[in-house]
């Protein structure tokens, strides 16, 4: 089974629209926001997880490490 793919260069609302289980995640990782009414089409149109990560204080680490126990591999590096 090939497993998931979440390229940290891509925003939020690229991400969720791809995949909806990464929205999910995203709560589950400290990202609550992201569950209120029109945040994905707003704020997620700009925001990295990275960035979102940086201005909520949530190590990028363990946000990592919880989609990798969900499954996906992390993609990063220049875009």
Do not use: W
Not at 14 to 22: I, K, M, N, R, T
Not at 46 to 55: C, H, N, Q, V
């Amino acid at each position: 089974m090939d497993s998931k793919v979440l390229d940290l260069n891509k925003t939020v609302y690229q991400l969720c629209s791809a995949d909806p289980e990464v929205k999910v995640i995203l709560a589950e990782a400290g990202f609550v926001d992201i569950l209120k009414p029109g945040m994905l089409e707003t704020a997620g149109r700009f925001m990295t997880i990275p960035k979102g990560a940086k201005a909520k204080g949530i190590d990028l680490e363990v946000v990592k490490k919880l989609f990798a126990e969900h499954g996906y591999s992390i993609k990063e590096g220049n875009s």
